[in-house]
Nanobody, 122 residues
Framework: QVHLVESGGGLVQTGDSLRLSCAAS????????MGWFRQAPGKEREFVAV????????AYADSVKGRFTISRDNTKNTVYLQMNSLKPEDTAGYYC???????????????WGQGTQVTVSS
């Protein structure tokens, strides 16, 4: 059974940084493309970042480009999201997802974590 477990969320101030982690088990981690998505209250889940199987290829939503960095460590079965210069509009539940398509569409990812909350105060 596949498990994705996020950690690292919290309450921070504008301009602060956080690093989210997502530990995977029950799958051959290096065979999966991993993504981060977020969902704010009353809004649809939206794409944040995606990373290819080896970690060489990445893509970001325009809203986070230049501030967030996605990375992975296949020896630890973990994907990370380094978030810098956080803004109040980054406040959301953050979810990691695993799939094989590498798209920006949440429906293309069969495996999901339970999420971790990030709250950025102004």
């Amino acid at each position: 059974q596949v498990h994705l477990v996020e950690s690292g969320g919290g309450l921070v101030q504008t301009g602060d940084s956080l690093r989210l982690s997502c530990a995977a088990s029950g799958l051959t981690f290096s065979s999966y493309i991993m993504g981060w998505f977020r969902q704010a209250p009353g809004k649809e889940r939206e794409f944040v970042a995606v990373i290819g199987r080896s970690g060489r290829n990445t893509a970001y939503a325009d809203s986070v480009k230049g501030r967030f960095t996605i990375s992975r460590d296949n020896t630890k079965n973990t994907v990370y999201l380094q978030m810098n210069s956080l803004k109040p509009e980054d406040t959301a539940g953050y979810y990691c997802a695993g799939g094989t398509s590498g798209t920006r569409y949440s429906n293309d990812y069969p495996y999901w974590g339970q999420g971790t909350q990030v709250t950025v105060s102004s």
